[in-house]
């Protein structure tokens, strides 16, 4: 696998930089022939020196190219270790690719600016703008589940070091977002008014809690619930007010809510045969199979303006 690695990238950047194989040979020493044997995999990949030098006849970053040559140099028990964190690393990159743009949806949703993003602190001008632009990507998808989906498109053009820089700087941003909305919640226009209950089989508790928008398609049976916990961040946090309709059957991948271990826990909902698997949007977060006859809720709209 290693060796495929090398020779494809070897390839791809020797065309990208419009060189013959004996042009590239000529700036590093070599004989065309011996290019062409490191391209199809037939040779083991040179020292560190020579990949150096073919990394700068190219015009690439050698680390890439280092990396893979070092690791078919390696033993084959080595290897596999290597490509086992490699494997490994991927995974974490996916979680937090997923989990970042979770929160730009949600910064998108608050009507993220340019002025919003001192909270961030020092961050640099190029992460601000690729910030901006993701959560901007970010704004026009139905909600967190589909920007997950589209997570590459909504992140192109950004390194692994910037999206590092956006994930750190985030939840300071989303705090002052939510402090701006509930300042301005304050004043709101009067809207409807619908139970808010601590437990799904409540049925007394606050009453009257008033929202800062109309609910839109709320049945008559609908009500609010306070979520728990965090399971569910960003797109739920504890103390948020969950709007759930028993009159929904759920589909595979809504979020729903039901009463776990006394707790009021919001989950994805992922059918698998005859059973059914729970799912906590946060990666570190156990998955929950409920018990035949549980009480699954669906969730319709998630209110954080009010605390």
Not at 147 to 163: F, V
Not at 173 to 186: C, D, N, P, Q, Y
Not at 227 to 254: K, N, Q, S
């Amino acid at each position: 696998m290693a060796r495929k690695i090398f020779a494809k990238a070897l390839r791809q950047a020797r065309l990208k930089a419009g060189l013959s194989q004996s042009e590239l040979a000529a700036k590093v020493g070599l004989t065309g022939s011996y290019i062409s044997q490191l391209e199809s995999g037939q040779r083991r990949p040179l020292i560190p020196r020579r990949v150096e030098a073919l990394c700068k006849a190219v015009g690439i970053p050698s680390g890439p190219l280092q990396e893979a040559a070092a690791m078919e140099r390696s033993s084959p028990t080595i290897r596999k270790k290597l490509e086992g964190l490699d494997r490994e690393r991927a995974k974490v990159r996916r979680v937090r690719d997923r989990l970042l743009v979770s929160s730009l949806h949600e910064a998108a949703l608050h009507g993220i600016g340019h002025d919003d993003l001192e909270a961030a602190g020092d961050l640099e001008p190029e992460v601000r703008r690729h910030l901006l632009v993701a959560a901007h990507r970010a704004k026009g998808l139905g909600d967190a589940r589909r920007a997950e989906e589209e997570a590459p498109r909504i992140l192109e053009g950004t390194t692994g070091k910037q999206r590092d820089a956006m994930l750190r700087a985030l939840p300071r941003v989303l705090e002052t977002l939510r402090a701006r909305r509930r300042v301005g919640s304050a004043d709101a226009a009067p809207g409807p008014y619908l139970p808010v209950r601590r437990g799904l089989d409540a049925r007394s508790g606050e009453m009257g809690r008033r929202l800062v928008d109309p609910v839109d398609g709320a049945g008559p049976d609908a009500w609010f619930v306070v979520a728990d916990d965090d399971d569910a961040h960003p797109r739920v946090e504890a103390g948020d007010l969950v709007l759930v309709d028993p009159a929904l059957e759920p589909e595979t991948g809504d979020l729903v809510v039901l009463l776990h271990e006394g707790r009021v826990r919001v989950r994805r909902y992922m059918p698998q045969g005859s059973t059914v698997r729970l799912e906590a949007l946060r990666p570190d977060v156990p998955p929950i199979r409920p018990a035949t006859g549980a009480t699954l809720v669906v969730v319709r709209r998630i209110e954080r303006a009010l605390r």
